[in-house]
């Protein structure tokens, strides 16, 4: 849910529901990192409320678009950690059989 002015796109609070600081505080260093952010912070009405209000001001842009964008931005960021991850896991396990992982929980 978007609240803002009718007369200032470029300045708007957007509620997302069901979400909490995992995804705000992404967001917020996506949007960050956009020249066409002024200012951008989130917040949390209440603990025992899964919402988060996050506050996005621009330059000029429509604040909506640019939120769009930083969604878009952190969904491309996830998927090249994700491939990364999976990349990596795979090649540990075709160098080494699983008999000579050395995995004891018990050392220190």
């Known amino acids: 849910m978007e609240h803002g002015s009718l007369d200032d796109s470029s300045s708007s609070t957007f509620s997302i529901m069901e979400e909490d600081h995992t995804l705000a505080n992404s967001v917020r260093f996506v949007l960050n990192q956009d020249p066409r952010v002024a200012f951008c912070g989130y ?50 396990r075709g160098n080494k059989p699983a008999e000579a992982m050395d995995i004891d929980l018990n050392k220190k």
């Open 43 to 92: 917040s949390i009405p209440h603990p025992a409320e899964n919402k988060v209000n996050i506050r996005v001001q621009t330059t000029g842009d429509p604040a909506k678009d640019v939120l769009k964008d930083a969604l878009q931005d952190l969904m491309v960021m996830c998927h090249h950690i994700r491939g990364t991850l999976d990349t990596a896991v795979a090649d540990f």
